[in-house]
């Protein structure tokens, strides 16, 4: 269990002992990404929503193909939703992309900048508390507390070991105790590598989490599907179901199902029994 005081919180030696070893780890091992040598909102906000659920090194290349084809909040807000979900492809979840198509446009009707306001964030398609977070630390070193896996696996480690059915509210007291309140922005890129470090070293800790949400298997999901139905529309494709089920080599009713999904979530449109990309104006 923590080491408390009689208030409830870490105590002083413990966050000092704690703080010296993450970053002691950084110091040595911290990893150089793209993303981490810009401050600007945008790019901030681009690569925080590309690596959610997605490991970095998938994330490498992407990024920087992604940035040179839409170089700021309006070039992506104009761009065609087909254009974003064919550069996008082999990141997975395409409704990331889609999401980030829409707060692209929101943001230039508001004004075309990216907010540094948690609510503000938070109402934007495709964003929730953790990525809020991280854009408020990164690219505005706002001290803002909060978890995502990297981050959790770190204080599961620490503080709870052997226990199991940690929830996140017991840990964010401890985020914002050993918070690093002058230089937030790199203290958590000092976490988030030690964490990545922690889940090579064998059994991770998040399995130790209440609120961590593993992946669902992949072969065989409707998320394959989906995606393979994107890969032939991308291409510039207007097919019928019937077709597209042929093309994904998957059932017909299975393949129709998820057309009127995705048509009602805004990817695809449907003209003449026919789909192809929608314009990306469709509902959040």
């Known amino acids: 269990m923590p080491q408390l005081d009689f208030m409830g919180n870490v105590s002083p030696e413990r966050i000092r002992t704690f703080r010296a070893g993450i970053r002691a780890h950084y110091r040595k091992h911290g990893r150089k990404m793209p993303w981490r040598e810009t401050r600007d909102p945008y790019r901030i906000l681009v690569s925080e929503v590309m690596l959610q659920q997605t490991q970095?090194?998938?994330v490498r290349a992407k990024y920087v193909e992604f940035l040179a084809a839409f170089p700021d909040l309006s070039a992506l807000a104009g761009a065609p939703l087909e254009r974003v979900l064919a550069l996008w492809q082999g990141l997975g979840y395409n409704r990331r992309a889609l999401a980030l198509s829409r707060a692209a446009r929101l943001l230039v009707a508001?004004?075309?900048?990216?907010?540094?306001d948690h609510e503000a964030l938070?109402?934007?398609?495709?964003?929730?508390?953790?990525?809020?977070?991280?854009?408020?630390?990164?690219?505005?070193?706002?001290?803002?507390?909060?978890?995502?896996t990297n981050i959790r696996r770190v204080f599961l480690?620490?503080?709870?070991?052997?226990?199991?059915?940690v929830a996140d509210a017991e840990l964010l007291p401890l985020v914002a105790a050993t918070l690093d309140w002058r230089r937030p922005r790199e203290w958590y890129y000092a976490l988030m590598?030690?964490?990545?470090?922690?889940?090579r070293r064998g059994e991770n800790p998040n399995r130790r989490s209440r609120d961590y949400v593993r992946q669902s298997?992949?072969?065989?999901?409707?998320?394959q599907v989906r995606g393979a139905i994107l890969r032939a529309l991308v291409r510039g494709n207007v097919l019928a179901a019937g077709a597209l089920a042929s093309a994904v080599g998957a059932e017909p009713q299975r393949v129709r199902r998820l057309l009127g999904k995705m048509e009602r979530e805004g990817f695809v449109r449907r003209?003449?029994?026919?789909y192809g990309i929608a314009d990306g104006e469709g509902t959040a």
Not at 157 to 165: I, K, L, M, T
Not at 193 to 199: H, N, Q, S, V
Not at 271 to 274: F, K
Request: glycine share 16%.
């Open 157 to 165: 480690d620490a503080f709870f070991p052997g226990r199991s059915d």
């Open 193 to 199: 590598d030690f964490g990545a470090a922690l889940a």
């Open 122 to 148: 938070v109402a934007l398609p495709g964003i929730g508390a953790a990525t809020a977070g991280a854009i408020r630390a990164f690219a505005f070193e706002e001290p803002v507390v909060f978890i995502e």
């Open 217 to 223: 298997p992949f072969s065989g999901s409707d998320r």
């Open 271 to 274: 003209s003449g029994g026919r």
């Open 110 to 116: 508001r004004g075309g900048e990216v907010p540094r």
């Open 56 to 58: 970095v090194d998938r």
